[in-house]
């Protein structure tokens, strides 16, 4: 598998929508929610504007010009707020992407333990 962590590119960002919804958490024999979802509100303050507010990062891993994932950090007053210097965090990846260790390395590269 061929395939390297590197920083999203601006003209990259709306991908992120399609990555937060694969980022839904879905239990076993449960129906997937509308795509629609991830226009609400609660969801959009992930994505929307991105890269224009401080603490908005991510990286992408990309198998030769195919984004199969991401991890993303922004500021923002979600369910996970802490403050406003502590960033909120998501990663997800295509499903065929997944169990492969990409995201692994995604989380290791983000937080610094190895270097891109």
Known sequence: ??????????????????????????????????????????????????????????????FGGKIAGAVWTRIMEDYSHVDDETPSFAISLYKEYRSQGIGSQLLEISYGKRRL
Do not use: H, W
Request: net charge negative.
């Open 1 to 62: 598998m061929d395939y390297q962590i590197r920083e999203i590119r601006k003209s990259e960002y709306p991908v992120l929508s399609d990555f937060l919804y694969e980022a839904i958490f879905v239990p076993k024999g449960i129906a997937l929610p509308a795509r629609d979802i991830i226009d609400t509100p609660e969801l959009r303050m992930y994505t929307d504007g991105f890269g224009t507010r401080k603490g908005d990062n991510c990286l992408a891993a990309d």
